[in-house]
């Protein structure tokens, strides 16, 4: 089963952390980062999609995607 997750935050040390974490858990980056400027916040924010392979799992809509 293929997994996909998107992983956003403010631009900041611990967004590069969350998706350095992902990396190092057998995550693959999955295209460009994103980049915005959040006008409720008054924040830049960042996005990156990732993917994994996670064999001899069934897909569950009620899974928790970071925990594989």
């Known amino acids: ?3 996909y997750r998107f992983i ?3 631009d ?5 952390h969350r998706v350095t974490l992902a990396l190092n858990r ?6 460009s980062p994103a980049y ?3 006008a409720g916040t008054g924040v830049m924010q960042c996005g990156q999609a990732v993917c994994k392979e996670v064999e001899g ?3 569950d809509p009620d899974m928790k995607l970071g925990e594989q």
């Open 1 to 3: 089963m293929k997994v």
């Open 26 to 31: 057998g995550w693959a980056l999955h295209g």
């Open 36 to 38: 915005g400027f959040n």
């Open 12 to 16: 900041d040390s611990a967004f590069c």
């Open 57 to 59: 799992k069934e897909y």
């Open 8 to 10: 956003t935050g403010p």
